[in-house]
Each structure stands twice: as structure tokens, then as C-alpha cells.
């Protein structure tokens, strides 16, 4: 990689959908110290009962996922696995 990566050049992933490690996710924030994407898992259905009632709640799940090693030289292995952006 030449050069360090401009954080603000993560900044148009914000709102755009992914997919990681098997998951739909949705790119909320940036973080730049240490740089990494804050994103929250999409669960596009909610279990119903036979009455269509929904049976459990939906929890949100965010996470951290680095975009740079900590030497900063690399591309971290966690951010090479996402996969299928969407806008």
C-alpha cells in the first residue's frame, strides 16, 4: 500500500450494505483511532409464531471490523473478508 489510508476516503461506505463473515451488515460509522468500520448486522426476518406474531425480539449486533493491521502498512484480514457491497 502506498501511503497511509485517509480515513475520511471510508466515510462514503457509510449506509452502504455488506456482507462479512456469512452476514448482512449496514456500515454506520468510522473510526479512526485505531481505523476501523462500526457496522450493524441485518436480520431481514423476524421468527413468527403460526399466527404471524413475532416470536422473539430482534437484537441489534455491531461491531468493530479493521481495516488496517497494526504495523498500518496492510489491509487487516478481517476487512479483506467483506464481500458484496450494496448501495
Same mark, same amino acid.
Given at each position: 500500500?502506498?501511503?497511509?489510508?485517509?480515513?475520511?476516503?471510508?466515510?462514503?461506505?457509510?449506509?452502504?450494505?455488506?456482507?462479512?463473515?456469512?452476514?448482512?451488515?449496514?456500515? =454506520?460509522?468510522?473510526?479512526?483511532?485505531?481505523?476501523?468500520? =462500526?457496522?450493524?448486522?441485518?436480520?431481514?426476518? =423476524?421468527?413468527?409464531?403460526?399466527?404471524?406474531?413475532?416470536?422473539?425480539?430482534?437484537?441489534?449486533?455491531?461491531?468493530?471490523?479493521?481495516?488496517?493491521?497494526?504495523?498500518?502498512?496492510?489491509?487487516?484480514?478481517?476487512?479483506?473478508?467483506?464481500?458484496?457491497?450494496?448501495?
Amino acid at each position: 500500500m502506498k501511503g497511509p489510508m485517509q480515513p475520511e476516503a471510508l466515510h462514503v461506505l457509510i449506509g452502504r450494505e455488506f456482507s462479512w463473515k456469512g452476514d448482512r451488515y449496514l456500515a =454506520i460509522e468510522v473510526i479512526n483511532t485505531p481505523l476501523q468500520i =462500526i457496522a450493524q448486522r441485518h436480520e431481514p426476518h =423476524i421468527q413468527t409464531d403460526v399466527h404471524g406474531r413475532a416470536r422473539r425480539m430482534m437484537q441489534n449486533v455491531t461491531v468493530g471490523i479493521p481495516v488496517l493491521t497494526s504495523d498500518g502498512e496492510h489491509l487487516h484480514p478481517e476487512f479483506l473478508l467483506i464481500t458484496d457491497w450494496a448501495k
